[in-house]
């Protein structure tokens, strides 16, 4: 079996085949964070599924080109930037900084292409210009250019393609000019907004005059620009379903680049929101939280990562406080396996085994629209199982080595950070034995040490500040 994957467009369970017709290269563009404060943990589930995604497709073979914008103009944005009295890379820097911290600090993998929306005025101008050439694209009277879904239909094309809208309730030409509204009121939409006092400093210049853009054409401009006009994967949190990627789709396809007939994007894949302790995370209600806050509560970035993979992409997510030390406990046990396996294979490489059941269920259980419940069931029914080899004293250090490549094979794609285990007393002071005798010059000694440490399992690393012992 190859992936399926639940497509919203079709709303059903598809085989993933990509555009390429090597079927070897795959184009993935997740909405990235609006960087108008620090992102939260509902944001980062987002971000974690959009990694796991993308690990997977790599760890399935496929050769992954991962964008994640940066929405660093909008209006949230520009509210913000007006009450800091900061300029708007001033103000977004700062947020961008912490983003990339903690993506980091949650093991994601850096995108490959991290495109800024201001930085894509040109295609951005470029885009709108080509609704309006085809008629679907209009000015209003206050000089905001807007996206007209009448025009559209008109044109053959259908508007809801991820959700099915009530377009009958919709009274055209009736416009809507905030970035985020509900499916209630379907309307126009702006694509580029006519500068007002408010926005301050922040505008570009363009054929309609002084503005800025609207947040769904800087997804268009971006993604199209840096994967073609077809793409084969778009990834976002629900909520952005409507109206960012039904208006990602209308300016897009509206636009006509996919002069071949193809879809904009051929699969989209959207992950459920995260709750806390059952409820929509609030200031006021003090179930708010950031990465920061956990990590200054004493929690690891793996440790919520974790948590935020346990459960199906398509499945709201409860976080709670009291899951979070369940998460410790749970990779203390694959810790602990792993450092004994260490142990044992004394730093043999090998190579993960072709019949592993472990590798085995694991892509099973991803293939199947990454239902990671499974997969996580058969890494802990490997722990369980290794641990009863390792007591009764069926591996040796091959098998070891063995086990322990097969479980970095799944962790290529779980990227649970591996926690370095602390050299013990003896071996620090074995180590501080070779030290003096590499400065007495005792090289004879200085290498039996190196050795003994080997057998151990141990090895010696010269680094910028020293000599540091870890695991072979
Ligand atoms: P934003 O920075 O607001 O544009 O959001 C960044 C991403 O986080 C988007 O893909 C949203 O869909 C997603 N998101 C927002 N709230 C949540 C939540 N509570 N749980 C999961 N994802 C969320
Ligand atoms: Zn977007």
Known sequence: ?????????????????????DGKKVGLYCCGPTVHDYA????????????????YLTFRGFDVRHVMNITDVE??????????????????????????????ALGCLMPDERPHATKFIG??????????????????????????????REAGNR?????????????????????????????DFALWKARVPEDGEVFWKSPWGEGRPGWHIECSAMSMELLGPSFDLHLGGEDLVFPHHED???????????????????????????LVEGKKMSKSLGNFFTLRDLLAKGSAGREVRYLMI????????????????????????????????????????????????????????????????????????????????????????AAAATELANWEHINAVLGIETIEEKAPAEILALAEERQAARKAKDFARSDQIRDELAAQGWVIEDTPKGPRVKRA
Not at 40 to 55: E, K, L, M, Q, W
Not at 262 to 274: E, I, N, P, S
Not at 342 to 362: I, K, N, Y
Request: net charge negative; glycine share 6%.
């Open 1 to 21: 079996m190859g992936l399926n994957v639940f497509n919203t467009l079709s709303r059903s369970v598809e085989p993933f085949v990509p555009l390429d017709p």
């Open 40 to 55: 939260h943990i509902g944001n980062f589930r987002t971000f974690v599924f959009a990694d796991v995604v993308r690990r």
């Open 75 to 104: 209006d949230k944005i520009i509210r913000r930037v007006n009450e800091s009295g900061k300029s708007l890379s001033e103000y977004t820097g700062e947020f961008e900084k912490a983003f990339f911290n903690d993506l980091e």
């Open 123 to 152: 295609p951005i101008i470029k885009l709108i210009k080509k609704l309006e050439e085809n008629g679907i694209a209009y000015r209003a009277g206050d000089g905001s250019v807007y996206f007209s879904i009448e025009k559209y």
């Open 159 to 187: 508007y809801g393609q991820l959700l099915n809208l009530n377009l009958e309730e919709m009274r055209p030409g009736e416009r809507v000019s905030s970035d985020e509204y509900e499916k209630e009121s379907i309307a």
């Open 248 to 274: 990602e789709i209308a300016q897009s396809e509206g636009a006509c680049m996919q002069c071949d007939g193809q879809k904009f994007v051929k699969y989209w894949m959207h992950g459920a929101h995260l």
């Open 310 to 397: 346990s459960a199906h992409y398509r499945e709201t997510f409860n976080f709670t406080l009291d899951n979070l030390a369940g998460a410790r406990t749970a990779l203390g046990r694959i810790d602990e396996c792993t450092a004994k396996l260490r142990e044992l294979a004394l730093g043999q490489a090998a190579a993960p085994a072709a019949d592993s059941p472990l590798v085995t269920r694991f892509t099973e259980a991803m293939d199947d629209d990454l239902n990671v419940s499974a997969a996580w069931a058969a890494a802990f029914d490997w722990v369980r199982d290794t641990n009863r080899k390792l007591a009764a004293e069926e591996l040796d250090a």
